[in-house]
């Protein structure tokens, strides 16, 4: 019987584990978050107890950035044809699982930068100008690009956390905006970060690995070449 359930769960696309891998959730927040403390005490190694809300800020930034981007990566792998081709090493199961845990993890993290940058007294941004597009006084397009960035991967999760409870059918076409919101995050980082010319490489490999993956998805997913792929061979969501 549990076998049945094995093969039924692999041929299923939307076949999911009960419960997200909490130990995973738990080390890539910790390892997120250390390191993007890291980065950002050693860019700052003078910063003063006044500024800590900016630390945080960017130290949570910075985190975000290194999430989403494996958040993104993993779901676009989850659909991609040459993982369904090959089978993958790791089962669709596991990688659902993980996909909800970053999910977790970034939304935290969301949250964290959102209510530091909001608060810091430097940066002049506010809560309206956190909350309310074009409303921030500080670099002004850039956070309006982050708020926007924010109200979609809300909806992207609230409608997937419907689809996981059978309340929410055609969740695959709103489930697309995300990389949108990835985008518009990543554009907001660049662009209203203080110290982005020293840690440029850590978005443009976030950026060059994410075209990559969708990229090659939507490539291997046209009409001429999809029929490579067997119909029994296929599973993640489309």
């Known amino acids: 019987m549990r076998s049945l359930q094995r093969t039924t769960d692999s041929a299923n696309p939307d076949a999911e584990d009960d419960s997200p891998s909490v130990m995973f959730a738990a080390l890539s927040g910790v390892t997120s978050v250390v390191a993007g ?29 290194v999430v989403s981007s494996a958040l993104v990566s993993v779901g676009l792998w989850i659909a991609h044809p040459k993982r369904n081709k090959k089978k993958g090493v ?14 977790g993890v970034a939304l935290v993290l969301l949250f964290l930068h959102i209510s530091s940058i909001a608060s810091d007294k430097f940066a002049h941004v506010g809560i309206v100008g956190a909350l309310v597009p074009f409303k921030s006084s500080y670099r002004t397009i850039p956070v309006a690009l982050g708020t926007i960035a924010t109200y979609l991967v809300l909806v992207v999760g609230f409608t997937a956390w419907l689809k ?62 999809k029929k490579s792929v067997s119909p029994t061979d296929a599973s993640g969501p489309r």
């Open 90 to 103: 790791v089962h669709v199961i596991t990688l659902n699982s993980i996909h909800k845990s970053l999910a």
């Open 164 to 225: 996981f409870r059978g309340k929410f059918g055609n969740w695959k076409q709103i489930h697309k905006v995300a990389i949108v919101g990835y985008g518009l995050l990543l554009i907001h980082g660049i662009l209203a970060g203080s110290d982005t010319v020293i840690i440029g490489y850590l978005y443009a490999v976030s950026a060059i690995t994410v075209t990559t993956l969708l990229a090659t998805r939507y490539h291997f997913d046209r009409p001429g070449t």
């Open 37 to 65: 403390f890291a980065m950002v005490h050693y860019l700052g190694r003078n910063t003063t107890p006044s500024l800590a809300p900016w630390v945080i800020a960017r130290g949570t930034g910075i985190s975000l950035i």
